[in-house]
Every structure is written in structure tokens, then in C-alpha cells.
């Protein structure tokens, strides 16, 4: 290192020629910091999302590397929320990546004292046979009042409000045509 | 939502979240908005650092107060004393916009003769049935306005329905209100709304308001002089609300109450004005737009009841009125492209659109009366789909031991909630009620996709659908909603494909080929059938307007029909807010048709000017001939504001160029309900179901027509004038914090949230710790009849006791996010609660209720529920406890 080189890296001397006379920026750069990257950088996707708290509807950016989301932060673009986070939304990265996210089918049979693991689509098709089971004992053709009815209070559902639209849709629309009537929402709750 | 509804003919938020930045003044009342909705809260920062006011009134001193100007504390669930009140403040004073009133608001309308007030009938409006305890709406019309047909449903039957929820996208049906309605313009005629209101409202005065709420008279003063300084042409103070108001039994009257000061000083539909409904979950608007609530359809069309609509002209018939103003009118368009959606080609005119596919209800189907035929057996199998009700709903008792009395109970969620997991390890095992050998129930548990792991909208609190980007495949088992319900649908249509049953003619014939990416439906190909097409063409509709009620068109949720307009997925739009105007019209899409202030026609005057400069959004340009401004008008565009219809014109035809209201039935704005509520046209002042006090204006104590079902296992505390209310003299209110989530599902499993608040508290005053000796950080628990929940005591001056009548009413708070399962747990605070709803949308009361609180920890397993059961035996609680009057005789009692 020559005695110009050395002079230049002197933060003063970087502070006095530079055009960062306070020394906020450059001027106090190290060259490690300088060879510092965000994480997000690396990312090979980002995704446009919304944060899946309250409704105030804050934009999210969701960074992927290698199929593991790596970074989940405010979006500024946003008009609504400017890029801004609460603690809660700021804390979503470990809501889709930690491990109280279950990954298997979990079962526990009546009277059984634990859970035990069923396969995906062995568990699609147990419940399908129980809904035209339950369907089945709960039919009213017509009601106590012979009132025409054609449906079933045997099955009943409980939604939470951080559904999609689209799933909401698809909800009652299906469950519409199997008869059921006692679907509800956590939007009553 | 119908407190909104059937003020302004829809049930969102009037407002747009950014907007409130424009306001001079902002109430925040049944809201703590700075803790619940921090990145929204922003906007109220951004309006007082501009020089605006900022008032918050509630039971405690929170974040959000300290950073209000003024904090005006007040009794729980007295709101409607505090804002009548200001109502009888406004009016006595004259101090109401009167220039927006007369023209936009149904104030000089005059009402039927036989109309009378329970400043008359001591604390009823006309038309109450004491032993159905409902009101018959006919004497709450206008002077010569028919009641309207409403088919068979009775006065009692709409209450079991619900049928409040269905002012969500248009107002209550009025027939024969396209002419003139007889009005008096002076507005002195003593039968007209305005007279009318301030004869109802005249005994609301500051000392009565002190007596009631507990509120300092000077600080109510503060409130009214800011409120309505803060009004007129050149200035507009906006109001925030939050479940705080929803969630008690006289919840859409609460409502109601903001809006009528919001009418009167001339609020609605301007730049930093309106009310700002904060709802709680990233799509609670959207899941009632495109409900799963069993009252409703998609776009708020009303669920068929067996009683009345036989066919498709009987509901329509009794859904809209012939002889009615407004794009309400249009439902036949709505219902018959929603049909067509549903059963496609299978929906024809000639078998009315399969509308006798659609299955019938015929009384309460809510969750809360579902939970209780659980325990009853009459239900089999239940789905919970990213919802916890062992946490998250009233009476977590009953719906534990509801669960448990299943066949089968399916749970799908992101982590192990302790609705899964209630026959393990809950409090009923604790207690000994259920043990796990001995539950029948089948449990599956399947693991949710994420947000992150699925395409779709939200709709967020300002009505605005925001697109999400799949980022990447879930992993394992876990699957989307979509998913599950796409295949689920699949497997059922493949096991009764060869079927010959009547009843499953619907299944079979449902329209289900959505397009299909892998195995995953396309949530971009669902989004387009809400949205809708025309069916002769095969294009994408641009918006409601385009609708037909002859089966061309079909259309899976109308309000949001516009969201693909030009075949593009409008939701998605993200353009950056710095390349944009204030109202961003190119970020995500708001229903309906983009329209970011409701009501915005009546930014401008009767002549389309603007109110003032400053407070200009949407004005009439004469030289193009439409309507324009820095908002989507929410007016027909090129309608003159001086057009006068024809007198046989219908529909949005009939709508006069100064009628703002466009989904109401009369293009007005509300200050009296002729219909649409089932509580009274107007809020009156009850006291909570649960109260320590008696009703100091009426004999009658609380809402008559709220909802208990007397129960053994859903017991109330007693309420004077019923005897022995001093075992629980205190009163409880809960809410929520910043660090958690509802019932914890998304919350109490991460470890930062958990770190930041590890531990189930109650907040109590000073003086309520000393008279019960409360230690700070020590542990105390909370009695009613119904359980007791112990938790850590944080004494603070928070909370301050008032003066209330002739006594002095202490409060407590609690959060409620807490379970037995998690990374931080503790007891379960909604236990505490019984069931008791509100009578337009059964929505429970958790926001107030009376208490016992002791210190020390509370009794564990069996000796639990005996010290309870000593509470009972106390209060005498029998099951005619805290049910109104003339109700039906409870059961076995």
C-alpha cells in the first residue's frame, strides 16, 4: 500500500475531499461494508403480496431463493401503507417459514388419545365419503312447517376472515349445491 | 355493516384509509386504532401533524389516546347516550349543514301518523310485539308511502335471519318513493324526520350524558364544539370505528348514531370526511362481499327462505321494490348472473335459472346457534377453515363441548390451534367435563398453504381488492382453500356422478371447470367468473351495468363485476404511489367500480359545484357534460346534477341529479330508517345486556330485541331490574393487542410476537386494586357466571373510574388472544362470555359485560367449576336470567 493509497483511506482525509462532508455516507465506509450486499439481492423471485393480518391492507414484498422465502418486508410503493410494517406483518417471514407450520395430514380417530399421519389423498377421499355420510342424515326435503327446503343441517363450516376471495367463492358455491346451509364466517364473530 | 347500510345504501366504509389525512378533525370511538390498525393509524399522524384534531372516547386510556389531543373516557357500551348527546347538540343548537341536508338526507320527509317514539312508549318505538318481542316496521313509514311487500317473512323471522346483512350493497326496499314523498323544506312541520329526531334526542343533554356514560361534562363540550367547528363548506372531520362498536347488542345503532351526526353536519361522500369502518382481517370486507355466511349470497343477495320464495319471482318480488329509485332496483340482473355462474348451461329461463337449486332457511343458521346444536347432536360434521372458536368465540366452553359431540371435524390451518386439539389437553380436560377415551369425535387436520403459497385477493378495510403474486409451492400436505375445495367438489361430483336422486341434481349440474394450473385452480380463472362475462360473446364484463336478467350474462359477485374490466385483473395493478394522483386509481381496485369515497356526488353541492375549494373531489364539468374530479364520481357520469326524471321512470333512471345515494331506494341518505333495521329507526340509549346500572332514560333496561338463549350451559349475569347484579358490580371490555392475533392462530406461535407480549393481563385502576386487593404483577382472576380466567394484574391509571347516577362503576380490560396450546399460553378470556347477539346480524356482545375480580390464581380442574357454580347460587342466575321481558318462557325452566 503506497502512501497515497494509505492517505485516501484515512476517513478525514475521505471526509474533507469528498462530498460528504459530515461524514453520513461514503467518507466512512469501510471496505468491508462496502462489499456488502442485501440479502435480497440475491433473491430469485420477488412477489408481490399483501400482509395477511388486519385489513388495512399493507403491500409486502416477498423475496424466494431456492424455493425458502428469504426476506418479507413492506412494500413503498404502496399508497396505502408506504413500505410501513407493524410488528405483526414485520413477523411474517416466521409465520410461512417456522416450524409450527404443520406439513402432513394429521388423523385422530374417535376415542383415539393422539394423532396419527394419513396419507393426502386417503384423508380427500375419507372426508368426501363423511360429507355425503353427515349430508345424508342431516336432508330436509321440507321443513317442520312443510315449507320446501331441499337441504341438509348436518354440516356446518366456520371460516376465518383471511380467506382468499376466490376461496370464499368456491366455498359457497360448493357447499350451496350440496344443500348445506349452516356456513359461516369469523365476518359474524 | 346494516348501521351503514341502511344510512347510505351500502355497508363498507364510506372512506378511503389515506383520506382521513384530509380531515380537520377525527373522532375515534369503538376503535383503538393506533394498536389495532398501526399502519393505517399513519394517516391520522399525517392529518394532526397538518393541524387537525384528534379526539379519541373510550373505557381506557390507550395508544391511540396518547396520541389524540383529547382523550374523553366513557362507560362500555354507552356510546349511544355520548352520541346522542352530540345529536341533541347539533340539533338544539342548529348547528347541522343545512344547505347538504335538505337535499341530500330524508330530513323534511314527512312520517306516517301513527308513528310513535319511545320518548312516548317509555323506551319502545310503535309496533313492538311483546311476546315475539319484534318490531312490525309499518308505522315507521313516510306519510304515504306503502310498507313495503315483504313476502311472508314476519317481523320475528327477519331477525332469525339476519336480514340486516343484506343492506350491504343497497339499501332497504321502500316501494312507491320515485315521486315526491310529501316534505316540508322549512322543516318545521313537527311529523317531518328532522322534528322528529330532535324530539327524540332532546333528553340527551350533557348532565344525562355524564349520568349514563360517566363522561366529564366539559370534556363532552370539547367534543361538540370540535365536532361541529370542524364542519360545513370549507371543513370535514371524519369518524373511525372499529369492532368496539360492532360487537354489542346494540351494535348497528352505534353505528347509526355516528352516522346521523355525519348526515347533519354534512360529512358523507367528501374529502376527509365519511366513516372509516377499521376491520379487523386482511379480507373481513371480502368475506362478506363474496360471503360464506349463511344469510347471504355473493354481492349481499339475500339467501332464499323456505317461508316465502317459492320461485324466482317471489324473491325477486320481495327483494326490491317495483317502484324504487337506484341500481338496487337491478337485483333481478345480479341474482340470474349469479344462477348462470353457479349451473352454467344446466340455468335457464324456462326452469328459472335452477333457483330451486339454491337450498332454503328458514330461521338462525349462525355459528353461534350451530355451536349449540353441536351440543345438542344435530349436527355431524363440521369444517373450521383458518378459524379457532375455542379461542376466538363467546362461550369457548359450549363450543369445545360442542365439538366433541361431532362425527367428524375437519380443521385446516397453518399450525396445531386449539380447536384441533380440544380433546386433548383443553380446559374440559382440566376440569374433568371430557375425557379423551371417551370423545367420539374424528378429527383430520390437513396444513394450510400460506399467504405467500397461493394467488388471490383480499379485500382490505377500505373495499380495495389488492392482488397477491404466488411466490412459491407450499410444502408437504399443505394446500390452499381453492385446492382443498376444487378437489373435494371433484371427488363428490365422481361419487354421485351415477346418481338418479333429485338432490343431487345440483351438485351434478354445478358449473366446476375452473382452469387448473398442475393440480392447483387458477385463482386468476375464479377471479374472472366473479367478475362475469356476457355469454353471447364469450368477453369479460366491464362492470355491473352490463348485466342482464335474461341469462346472457353471468356474474359470481356483482360488486366486484368491473374487477377484470378490459380483461385485465385490475386487482393486480401495483403502480408506485409517486407516479400517481392522491387517490391512486391504479393500485389494486376498489368495489364498486373503482370508486374510492362513496357517495362522492355529494362533494359537490345541489348544482355540482364543489363545496369549497379546498374540500373539492368530484364536480360537474359542463362543457364536457359529465361528472369529474380527482375520484372515480360515484354518480352516473353524464347525468346532469339539475336532471329531474320522468314520473314512470325506475331504477337508476328515477335517481334526480342531486340524489347522492344511489343505492338507496329513495337517493337519500338516512337520518331515520323507515326499514331495514329490526331495532328502531332511530339508536336509543339501552344499557348492555350485562350492566351494574339501571336505564336512566326509558323502563325499558337494555335492547329488547337483542337474542339470549337461555341455556344451562349459556347462563347470564343478572341486570337490575333483576336482583343480586352486586355478586358481579364490575364491568369488563376486552380488545385486542398490537403484538397478537385474534385468537392467536397466526400469532402465538412465533417467537418474536410471543416475546413481545408473553403473557395473558388484565388492566385495573388503582382504586379497583386497592378495593379488592390487587397487587401489581401479581396474579388476580375475573368471575361470571359463565367461568373464571385468571391473569397477571397490571394496576394503571389507565383505566379511571367514573361516576356513574349515584355510584361509581369500575372497569376492567383484558386482551383476549390467549389459549392452552402455542409457544406463550394462558386462559381463554372469551370463556368469560355468554352468548348474547345483536338482533340485525347476530353478531355477539364481547365488548361489555359484569365481572367478579379477585386475587390470587383461580381454582384448578373440578373445584373450578363448583366456585363458579357458588357464583351462580349467589346471583340467583336461574335460566330466565337476563332475558327480556315477554320472551317466549325459556325451556325446562
Redesign the interface.
Known amino acids: 500500500m503506497g502512501v497515497r493509497e494509505w492517505v485516501e483511506r484515512w476517513p478525514v482525509y475521505r471526509q474533507l475531499t469528498s462530498p460528504d462532508p459530515l461524514a453520513r455516507g461514503r467518507a466512512v465506509q469501510s471496505p468491508r461494508y462496502a462489499g456488502v450486499r442485501p440479502r435480497i439481492a440475491t433473491a430469485d423471485?420477488e412477489?408481490?403480496?399483501?400482509?395477511?393480518?388486519?385489513?388495512?391492507?399493507?403491500?409486502q414484498r416477498?423475496f424466494?431463493r431456492d424455493?425458502?422465502?428469504i426476506q418479507?418486508e413492506g412494500?413503498p410503493?404502496?399508497?396505502?401503507?408506504?413500505g410501513?410494517?407493524?410488528?405483526?406483518?414485520?413477523?411474517?417471514k416466521?409465520?410461512?417459514t417456522?416450524p409450527?407450520?404443520?406439513?402432513?395430514?394429521?388423523?385422530?380417530?374417535?376415542?383415539?388419545?393422539?394423532?396419527r399421519e394419513?396419507g393426502?389423498d386417503d384423508?380427500?377421499?375419507?372426508?368426501?365419503?363423511?360429507?355425503?355420510?353427515?349430508r345424508r342424515?342431516?336432508?330436509q326435503?321440507i321443513?317442520e312447517?312443510g315449507?320446501?327446503?331441499?337441504?341438509?343441517?348436518?354440516?356446518?363450516?366456520?371460516?376465518?376472515?383471511?380467506?382468499?376471495?376466490?376461496?370464499?367463492?368456491?366455498?359457497?358455491?360448493?357447499?350451496?349445491?350440496?344443500?348445506?346451509?349452516?356456513?359461516?364466517?369469523?365476518?359474524?364473530? | 355493516m346494516p348501521g351503514l347500510g341502511t344510512s347510505f345504501g351500502r355497508g363498507g366504509a364510506t372512506d378511503y384509509q389515506q383520506d382521513l389525512s384530509k380531515s380537520d378533525c377525527i373522532i375515534i370511538m369503538g376503535s383503538n386504532m393506533a394498536e389495532a390498525h398501526p399502519v393505517g393509524f399513519q394517516w391520522v399522524v399525517e392529518a394532526k401533524n397538518r393541524g387537525a384534531t384528534v379526539i379519541h372516547i373510550d373505557p381506557r386510556f390507550t395508544r391511540t389516546s396518547a396520541l389524540a389531543h383529547q382523550f374523553v373516557p366513557l362507560r362500555a357500551g354507552t356510546d349511544i347516550a355520548f352520541l346522542g348527546g352530540v345529536i341533541n347538540h347539533i340539533l338544539t343548537n342548529d348547528l347541522a349543514f343545512r344547505e347538504y341536508v335538505l337535499p341530500y338526507t330524508n330530513a323534511s320527509f314527512l312520517l306516517n301518523e301513527d308513528y310513535r317514539d319511545t320518548e312516548d312508549l317509555d323506551g319502545l318505538f310503535s309496533g313492538f310485539d311483546p311476546q315475539t318481542r319484534a318490531y312490525d316496521t309499518a308505522t315507521w313509514q313516510y306519510a304515504g308511502v306503502p310498507a313495503a311487500d315483504v313476502g311472508d317473512t314476519s317481523p320475528e323471522e327477519a331477525r332469525e335471519l339476519a336480514t340486516g346483512h343484506q343492506h350491504g350493497a343497497g339499501g332497504p326496499v321502500l316501494e312507491d318513493v320515485t315521486g315526491d314523498i310529501p316534505a316540508d323544506p322549512t322543516l318545521q312541520d313537527p311529523r317531518c324526520v328532522y322534528q322528529v329526531l330532535k324530539r327524540h334526542f332532546a333528553r340527551y343533554t350533557p348532565e344525562v350524558v355524564e349520568q349514563i356514560c360517566g363522561t366529564p361534562p366539559e370534556l363532552f363540550a370539547q367534543v361538540c364544539e370540535a365536532w361541529t367547528r370542524n364542519s360545513g363548506r370549507e371543513r370535514t372531520s371524519a369518524v373511525v370505528y372499529a369492532v368496539g362498536w360492532t360487537q354489542h347488542s346494540l351494535g348497528a345503532q352505534f353505528i347509526r348514531a355516528a352516522s346521523i351526526i355525519q348526515l347533519l353536519l354534512g360529512q358523507i361522500g367528501r374529502p376527509g370526511g365519511g366513516i372509516m369502518a377499521m376491520r379487523g382481517h386482511a379480507s373481513i370486507q371480502g368475506s362478506t362481499d363474496i360471503p360464506t355466511l349463511y344469510n347471504l349470497l355473493p354481492g349481499y343477495l339475500p339467501m332464499p327462505v323456505g317461508t316465502s320464495h317459492r320461485d324466482l319471482t317471489s324473491y325477486i318480488d320481495s327483494i326490491r321494490a317495483d317502484k324504487q329509485k337506484g341500481f338496487w332496483r337491478n337485483a333481478d340482473t345480479y341474482i340470474v348472473s349469479l344462477l348462470k355462474e353457479y349451473w352454467g348451461d344446466a340455468a335457464t329461463k324456462d326452469n328459472d335459472f335452477c333457483f330451486d337449486y339454491l337450498p332454503k332457511i328458514t330461521g338462525d343458521h349462525g355459528t353461534y346457534r350451530t355451536a349449540m346444536d353441536m351440543v345438542d347432536g344435530t349436527v355431524y360434521g363440521y369444517f373450521l377453515l383458518g378459524q379457532n372458536p375455542a379461542v376466538g368465540s363467546a362461550n369457548g366452553r359450549l363450543q369445545r363441548l360442542g365439538m366433541a359431540n361431532l362425527d367428524w371435524l375437519v380443521v385446516r390451518d397453518l399450525a396445531m390451534i386449539e380447536s384441533a386439539e380440544f380433546w386433548k389437553d383443553g380446559p374440559e380436560v382440566e376440569t374433568g367435563e371430557l375425557v379423551p377415551e371417551q370423545c367420539r369425535t374424528e378429527v383430520f387436520f390437513f396444513p394450510a398453504a400460506s399467504h405467500v403459497e397461493k394467488e388471490g385477493t383480499f379485500t382490505n378495510t377500505q373495499r380495495m381488492l389488492q392482488w397477491r403474486d404466488k411466490a412459491l409451492e407450499p410444502k408437504g400436505d399443505q394446500r390452499s382453500e381453492l385446492w382443498f375445495f376444487y378437489h373435494l367438489g371433484r371427488l363428490l361430483k365422481d361419487r354421485l356422478a351415477a346418481s338418479t336422486d333429485d338432490r343431487d341434481r345440483p351438485l351434478l349440474d354445478l358449473a366446476w371447470d375452473y382452469e387448473v394450473d398442475g393440480d392447483e385452480p387458477s385463482g386468476q380463472d375464479v377471479l374472472r367468473h366473479i367478475n362475469g362475462s356476457d355469454l353471447t360473446t364469450g368477453r369479460l364484463v366491464d362492470g355491473y351495468m352490463d348485466l342482464k336478467a335474461d341469462g346472457s350474462t353471468s356474474c359470481g359477485c356483482w360488486i366486484y363485476s368491473g374487477v377484470y374490466a378490459g380483461g385485465v385483473n385490475q386487482a393486480a395493478r401495483r403502480r408506485p404511489r409517486d407516479e400517481q394522483t392522491f387517490y391512486a386509481l391504479e393500485w389494486g381496485w376498489v368495489w364498486p367500480y373503482n370508486r374510492r369515497i362513496l357517495y362522492n356526488r355529494a362533494s359537490a353541492d345541489p348544482q355540482g359545484r364543489p363545496w369549497s375549494e379546498g374540500k373539492a373531489c368530484v364536480w360537474w364539468d359542463e362543457e364536457r357534460g359529465e361528472w369529474t374530479g380527482e375520484d372515480v364520481p360515484d354518480f352516473e357520469r353524464t347525468k346532469p346534477p339539475t336532471y329531474v326524471p320522468p314520473p314512470d321512470a325506475v331504477g337508476p333512471a328515477a335517481l334526480r341529479g342531486d340524489d347522492p345515494f344511489i343505492m338507496q331506494a329513495d337517493g337519500k341518505g338516512w337520518l331515520f330508517a323507515p326499514r331495514g333495521l329490526l331495532d328502531g329507526p332511530m339508536p336509543t340509549h339501552y344499557e348492555p345486556h350485562e350492566s351494574p346500572v339501571r336505564n336512566l332514560l326509558y323502563g325499558q333496561q337494555s335492547n329488547p330485541t337483542r337474542i339470549v338463549y337461555p341455556r344451562p350451559d349459556n347462563p347470564s349475569n343478572p341486570s337490575p331490574p333483576e336482583p343480586f347484579g352486586d355478586v358481579f358490580p364490575y364491568v369488563m371490555t376486552t380488545s385486542r393487542l398490537t403484538e397478537h392475533h385474534t385468537a392467536g392462530g397466526m400469532s402465538r406461535w412465533l417467537p418474536y410476537l410471543s416475546e413481545l407480549q408473553p403473557q395473558l393481563f388484565m388492566e385495573v385502576s388503582p382504586e379497583l386494586a386497592a378495593e379488592r386487593g390487587l397487587q401489581h404483577l401479581g396474579w388476580g382472576h375475573v368471575v361470571t357466571s359463565r367461568t373464571a380466567v385468571e391473569a397477571r394484574v397490571v394496576v394503571t391509571d389507565r383505566l379511571v373510574p367514573l361516576r356513574v347516577q349515584d355510584r361509581v362503576v369500575h372497569q376492567i380490560w383484558m386482551p383476549y388472544h390467549w389459549g392452552h396450546t402455542g409457544l406463550v399460553t394462558g386462559d381463554v378470556v372469551n370463556d368469560l362470555f355468554g352468548i348474547a347477539l345483536e338482533p340485525n346480524v347476530l353478531i355477539q356482545d364481547t365488548k361489555v359485560l359484569t365481572c367478579d375480580v379477585r386475587p390470587g390464581r383461580r381454582p384448578r380442574g373440578p373445584a373450578l367449576l363448583e366456585y363458579v357454580a357458588g357464583y351462580r347460587r349467589r346471583a340467583h342466575v336461574t335460566l330466565a336470567t337476563g332475558v327480556p321481558a315477554g320472551a317466549a318462557d325459556p325451556q325446562g325452566s
Request: proline letters at 4%.
Open positions: 423471485i412477489a408481490g403480496s399483501v400482509c395477511p393480518y388486519c385489513a388495512v391492507g399493507c403491500a416477498v424466494v424455493e425458502q422465502v418479507i412494500n410503493e404502496s399508497p396505502i401503507s408506504r410501513r410494517l407493524c410488528p405483526k406483518g414485520s413477523a411474517s416466521q409465520l410461512v417456522g409450527q407450520r404443520e406439513q402432513k395430514v394429521l388423523y385422530r380417530p374417535p376415542y383415539g388419545t393422539s394423532w394419513l393426502l384423508a380427500m377421499g375419507m372426508v368426501a365419503d363423511r360429507v355425503l355420510d353427515a342424515k342431516g336432508w326435503d321443513d312447517h315449507h320446501r327446503v331441499r337441504r341438509t343441517m348436518g354440516i356446518a363450516s366456520l371460516g376465518g376472515a383471511t380467506l382468499d376471495n376466490e376461496e370464499n367463492y368456491l366455498i359457497k358455491k360448493l357447499f350451496t349445491a350440496l344443500g348445506a346451509v349452516q356456513i359461516e364466517n369469523q365476518a359474524r364473530i
